[in-house]
Nanobody
């Protein structure tokens, strides 16, 4: 009942910037958390940044000071502003959301299909 669509990925040079966007469609879902994960070959998917109820944000150590996450509740969107990009940031970035299906007490997760970010040396 919920779909997440990411956009904004691409190829950039080290030191450059990129902004990722994720929009949610669907209904009957109360968002409690929304954010971004990333995954590279040979590694597990790892948390990049999240926004929780109340607007509190959290970023993983490798991106602190360089990435900024924000959420627009009115448009059901979340953004990831990536600055000072490094080759190590190359990965597929996935939007995710966690919340409760309305009318139930069931916590449900949804994932986007991912958008490729490639940072060249």
């Amino acid at each position: 009942q919920v779909q997440l669509v990411e956009s904004g990925g691409g190829l950039v040079q080290a030191g450059g910037s990129l902004t990722l966007s994720c929009t949610k469609s669907g209904s009957n879902f109360r968002i409690d958390r929304m954010g971004w994960y990333r995954q590279t070959p040979g590694k597990q998917r790892e948390l990049v940044a999240i926004v929780v109820t109340g607007g509190i944000t959290s970023c993983a150590d490798p991106v602190k000071g360089r990435f900024t996450i924000s959420r627009d509740s009115a448009s059901n969107a979340v953004y990831l502003q990536m600055n000072s990009l490094k080759p190590e940031d190359t990965a597929v970035y996935y939007c995710y959301t966690e919340g409760v299906v309305l009318g139930t007490s069931r916590v449900t997760y949804y994932w986007g299909q991912g958008t490729q970010v490639t940072v060249s040396s």
